[in-house]
């Protein structure tokens, strides 16, 4: 059986591009694909343009980097994908 994904790019070859307690902000609207609790499938979890900061970094599927970023004026942690996400600390010459 194989494993379908969505990019043939394995960031994991490669450092992190976003560093720890580094402020970021929300490229997109991310909706709750089911993992976030207390929360129902398809809620807004962030709006495009909500700052944050990185605290942890994890991987998902053998390929990917997972920032979990802290949305300080919503209280809680969302996990989310590079191209999810642009610093506000650095440029971002990496789509």
Do not use: A, C
Not at 23 to 51: A, M
Not at 63 to 83: A, P, S, W
Request: aromatic share 12%; glycine share 12%; no cysteine.
């Amino acid at each position: 059986m194989k494993i379908s994904r969505d990019s043939d790019v394995v960031e994991l070859n490669g450092p992190p591009l976003f560093e720890f307690g580094e402020k970021v902000k929300s490229r997109r609207n991310i909706r709750n694909d089911g993992t976030f609790p207390g929360r129902e499938v398809g809620d807004i979890l962030v709006r495009k343009g909500d700052e944050g900061y990185v605290v942890s970094i994890g991987t998902f599927l053998q390929q990917f980097y997972i920032y979990g970023v802290e949305f300080v004026d919503h209280g809680y942690k969302v996990g989310m994908r590079r191209k999810e996400l642009e610093s506000l600390d650095y440029d971002d010459d990496e789509d």
